[in-house]
C-alpha cells in the first residue's frame, strides 16, 4: 500500500520553521550590535556626504531635490586634516564587517515576514511595515554600497542619490522599528540575565554552567514567538552561532581594514579595490584610483609645451605654464588621500603653490579667497568639475600640487598640476588641472 505524501506546513505556520537556534534571545543580542552599528553608518554616511560640499550647487551637488534632508548641511573643516579619512574608513570597513550580523539578524526573524494575518492591530501594522522598509532599506544600502565599494556601478542611476535617499527611507524605518521592538528586546536580554544568574553554580562549585535555557516565547497572542514548536536536533548553540557570526564579521574586518594603510598591510585587503594600476615603489608608489589612461588624458596635452593653467577671477584670467608656477612661491603639506570607496594613503608630502595665492593673482586678497571651481583635463568620468569651499581655499595647506615626495607628479597621479586640500574626499583633489575659477558658486 502506497504511503500518502508527507505534508508540510505553509511558511505562515510556526511550524515550517525548525531551527532550533531562532528565539527572542537570539534576535535581541543581534538586534543590539546593530543598533549600534547602524547609527554609526547613518551618521558617518551623513558627514561623508556633508563633506563633498552638496550645496555648492549645480557643480557638487548630486542631489538637487534634497529638500529638507539636507537641514544639516555645514561647510566642511580643514581640521583635523585626518578628519575625512577616518569617516570613511569606519563607514566603509563597519558596513562590511556588520554584513554577516545583518543577514543573521534577517535570518533569524524571517518567519515573521510570513506570519499571517498580515495585520492584528494598528500597532501591529506599522510594525509590519516598518520590517518591510527596513529589511528592502537594509539590503538597498548595503548592497548598493558593496557594489560602490567594489567600483561596480550595475545599479541604474548614480550612487549619490540613491545611497542618500535609501538612507532617510532605511534609518526612517529603522528608528520607527526600534522606538515598536524596544521593550520587547529589553524584556529579552532581562530574562537572558536572569536565566544565567539562576542557572549559576554556587561559590565554590567546580565546572562549566550549563548554557541559559531557551527563552519562553511570549504569552501575548499579538506577538508570536519566534521559537519554533517543534524543533530540529540543533547542531550548534545559540553561543556558537553567535561566534560563527562574530567570526564571519572578524574575518572581513581583517580583509578590509588594510585598505587604510599603506606597504604591506594594503595587500591584506583582498575585498577592497586596489585601483586602476600598481603603484609601484618610490616617491610616487601609494595608491591610485584613477589613471591617466582610463580618463583620456594623454601625454601630448600634458606635456610642458602644451599644458597652461587658466586662473581667472574679477581681475582677469591669467595663464600659467608649469614653469612658470614653479617660480612662484612654493609651500609644502603632509596629507593623506582618501576616498569614499574607503582607501586612504598615509601622509604624503606634496609640494605647490597655495591655493589662496592663486587667488591673489586674480584679484582677491589672499585671506579673503572665495570658493573656486577646479575642471581637469580628464574627458570620462565623474567629477571632471569640482568645487571647493573659502574656508578650504584660504587653509594655508591647501595646495595646487607639483610634485610628491621630493619628485614630480606622476601622469597617474596627476602631472601636470593637482588640487590637495586637508580633509576633503579624494574626488575633489583635482588631478590633471586645467583651469580653477574663483568666485562665489553658490
Known amino acids: 500500500m502506497a504511503r500518502s505524501p508527507r505534508r508540510w506546513p505553509p511558511p505562515s505556520s510556526p511550524a515550517f520553521w525548525r531551527s532550533p537556534l531562532r528565539g527572542p534571545w537570539f534576535t535581541s543580542v543581534l538586534g543590539v550590535v546593530l543598533l549600534a552599528g547602524i547609527t554609526v553608518l547613518f551618521v558617518t554616511g551623513l558627514l561623508s556626504y556633508a563633506a563633498y560640499n552638496p550645496d555648492l550647487s549645480p557643480v557638487n551637488d548630486k542631489t538637487p531635490d534634497k529638500g529638507i534632508l539636507g537641514f544639516y548641511l555645514f561647510s566642511w573643516p580643514t581640521d583635523p586634516y585626518w578628519l575625512y579619512r577616518l569617516n570613511q574608513g569606519v563607514h566603509v570597513t563597519l558596513g562590511i564587517t556588520l554584513v554577516p550580523v545583518l543577514l543573521a539578524k534577517l535570518w533569524s526573524v524571517v518567519p515573521r515576514l510570513f506570519q499571517m494575518p498580515p495585520a492584528r492591530s494598528l500597532a501591529h501594522a506599522l510594525e509590519r511595515l516598518s520590517l518591510l522598509l527596513l529589511v528592502g532599506g537594509a539590503l538597498f544600502e548595503f548592497v548598493t554600497g558593496v557594489l560602490n565599494i567594489q567600483l561596480d556601478y550595475v545599479f541604474p ?8 535617499y535609501g538612507a532617510w527611507v532605511f534609518f526612517a524605518a529603522f528608528v520607527a522599528h526600534v522606538v515598536l521592538r524596544a521593550p520587547t528586546a529589553v524584556r529579552n536580554l532581562r530574562r537572558l540575565r536572569g536565566s544565567e544568574g539562576a542557572s ?13 535555557p531557551p527563552v519562553s516565547p511570549p504569552v501575548s497572542a499579538a506577538e508570536p514567538s519566534l521559537v519554533s514548536p517543534n524543533p530540529a536536533e540543533p547542531t550548534v548553540s545559540r553561543r556558537g552561532a553567535l561566534g560563527l ?6 574575518l572581513l574586518f581583517a580583509t578590509t581594514v588594510g585598505q587604510n ?39 601630448a596635452e600634458t606635456s610642458e ?3 597652461r593653467l587658466a586662473v581667472t577671477g574679477p581681475g582677469g584670467t591669467v595663464r600659467l605654464s608649469r614653469a612658470d608656477l614653479l617660480r612662484l612661491p612654493l609651500n609644502s603639506s603632509a596629507l593623506p588621500i582618501a576616498c569614499v570607496e574607503g582607501w586612504s594613503t598615509s601622509d604624503q608630502w606634496w609640494r605647490g603653490v597655495r591655493l589662496r595665492d592663486l587667488a591673489a593673482l586674480v584679484g582677491y586678497e589672499a585671506d579673503a579667497a572665495p570658493d573656486v571651481l577646479v575642471e581637469s583635463l580628464q574627458r570620462r568620468g565623474a567629477f571632471r ?29 596627476g602631472y601636470p598640476a593637482r588640487v590637495i586640500a586637508p580633509a576633503v574626499p579624494g574626488v575633489l583633489n583635482t588631478k590633471w588641472v586645467a583651469r580653477m575659477t574663483f568666485g562665489e558658486l553658490r
Open 157 to 164: 542611476g548614480s550612487f549619490y542619490p540613491l545611497h542618500f
Open 200 to 212: 549559576a553554580p554556587p561559590p565554590g562549585a567546580t565546572g562549566s554552567p550549563p548554557s541559559p
Open 245 to 250: 557570526v562574530g567570526g564571519g564579521s572578524l
Open 261 to 299: 594603510f599603506d606597504g604591506p598591510l594594503r595587500a591584506t585587503a583582498l575585498l577592497a579595490p586596489h585601483g586602476g594600476a600598481e603603484p609601484g615603489s618610490g616617491p610616487a608608489g601609494f595608491q591610485i584610483n584613477k589613471t591617466a589612461a582610463s580618463r583620456g588624458i594623454s601625454a
Open 305 to 307: 609645451e602644451a599644458w
Open 385 to 413: 568639475r569640482a568645487a571647493l569651499r573659502a574656508n578650504q581655499v584660504r587653509d594655508p595647506r591647501s595646495l595646487l600640487a607639483l610634485d610628491v615626495n621630493g619628485e614630480p607628479l606622476t601622469p597617474d597621479h
